[in-house]
């Protein structure tokens, strides 16, 4: 199994920053990997699939990069709404598909 | 537009079954080249991919869950479901159901999830 290790917990930044966060994968996952996003009481909402291409409706402000076993999304300048667990996801080796323990990103 | 809803039971005693059924309005379930698929979120493990399964009753379950996890599909309801048998409390959490749209396993469209309890 695959095991996605995110960093950091969490991140609190203010309005207009740029936030950098960290999936690790335990094994060469090539390029698949995805973004979600979550907002309390609301299910996930894909942001980015095969690590760099964003979702239908996605903002540009979201981007993912990386390759093998280290991948990063960023958000370029952080809106209010922004404020949510952000967790990744491989596809490259199932079953089981596995998602990282997500991290909080808190805007200020 | 695609949408999905669970139902069932929002509380389970432990040693028994759970029954979840996600219907699918906007789109046949048949209608897809994509897997149908059961997530859940627990306190203790987070986002957990459950299983998934294909229009024909063609399934893949996770290793941790497999001996516990039934699917089926009823096409001519529009629906899927999911058995988990012998629940204990470490099954209580939200369940979804989801279904990509762009690549296999991974998942655009979701239900709104249902909370699921297992208590006695």
Same mark, same amino acid.
């Given at each position: 199994e695959v095991v996605l290790t995110q960093s950091p917990a969490t991140l609190s930044l203010s309005p207009g920053e740029r936030a950098t966060l960290s999936c690790r994968a335990s094994q060469n996952v090539y390029t698949f990997l995805a973004w979600y996003q979550q907002k309390p009481g609301q299910a996930p909402r894909l942001l980015i699939y095969d690590a760099s291409n964003r979702a239908t409706g996605i903002p540009a402000?979201?981007?993912?990069?990386?390759? %093998? @076993?280290?991948?990063?999304?960023?958000?370029?300048?952080?809106?209010?709404?922004?404020?949510?667990?952000?967790?990744?996801?491989?596809?490259?080796?199932?079953p089981p598909i596995t998602f990282g323990? %997500? @991290?909080r990103l808190e805007i200020k | 537009q695609l949408l999905l809803q669970e139902s069932?039971?929002?509380?389970?005693?432990?040693?028994?079954?759970?029954?979840?059924t996600c219907t699918v309005s906007g789109a046949s379930i048949s209608s897809t080249t994509y897997h149908w698929g059961w997530i859940r979120q627990t306190p203790g493990k987070g986002l957990e991919w459950i299983g998934s399964i294909y229009f024909t009753g063609g399934t893949y379950d996770s290793p941790s869950l497999k001996s516990r996890v039934t699917m089926s599909v009823d096409t001519s309801k529009n629906q899927f479901s999911l058995l988990l048998s012998s629940?204990?409390?470490?099954?209580?959490?939200?369940?979804?159901?989801?279904?990509?749209n762009v690549v296999e396993w991974v998942?655009?469209?979701?239900?709104?999830?249902i909370q699921v309890t297992v208590s006695s």
């Open positions: 402000r979201f981007s993912g990069s990386g390759s %093998g @076993t280290d991948f990063t999304l960023t958000i370029s300048s952080l809106e209010p709404e922004d404020s949510a667990v952000y967790y990744c996801q491989q596809r490259k080796s199932w323990q %997500g @991290t | 069932g039971p929002g509380l389970v005693r432990p040693s028994e079954t759970l029954s979840l629940v204990t409390a470490a099954d209580t959490g939200v369940y979804y159901c989801a279904r990509p998942f655009d469209f979701w239900g709104r999830g």
